[in-house]
């Protein structure tokens, strides 16, 4: 936005102007900054609509807006592969594990016995 300054803007105009344009310019700046130093995060939840953990966990995901994808291993029969595939590459037991199995950048893990603890280290 191009705007002359000509004499015939009055003062308050002209702060108002200045103003924006500061603020326009932090929030470039505090994006860009943000942008190039937090690490861009990939969680992908492998579960099962019928499962409350899994519900849980997305509601825990969204609430503390953290992106992510979900596949419903009940009725994707290729993410179960996939998913049955990474654990058994994380040397996870594919005869024991819980849902929902998570794969966070690249590290696999699933919920254990302590839901709460499973949580915070999708924070982490």
């Known amino acids: 936005m191009l705007v ?3 004499p015939t803007l009055s003062l ?3 702060i108002k102007i200045i103003n924006t344009s500061l603020i326009i310019l932090t929030c470039f700046f505090c ?3 943000t ?3 937090k690490k861009q995060q990939e969680i992908i939840v492998y579960g099962s609509d019928g ?3 899994c519900i849980d966990t997305k509601i825990f995901l969204n609430k503390n807006n953290i992106s992510f994808t979900y596949y419903d291993v009940d009725f ?3 993410k179960e592969q996939e998913m049955l595939s990474k654990l058994s590459n994380a ?3 594919i005869d024991s594990f819980q849902l929902p199995v998570i794969d966070k950048n690249g590290t696999i893990f699933t919920n254990g016995s302590n839901f709460i ?3 915070k280290k999708l924070l982490e």
């Open 117 to 119: 603890a499973f949580l």
């Open 51 to 53: 499962c409350h953990y």
């Open 91 to 93: 040397k996870i037991p």
């Open 12 to 14: 308050t105009t002209m």
């Open 4 to 6: 002359s300054l000509s």
């Open 35 to 37: 942008s190039s130093t």
């Open 76 to 78: 994707n029969k290729d």
């Open 31 to 33: 994006f860009a900054y």
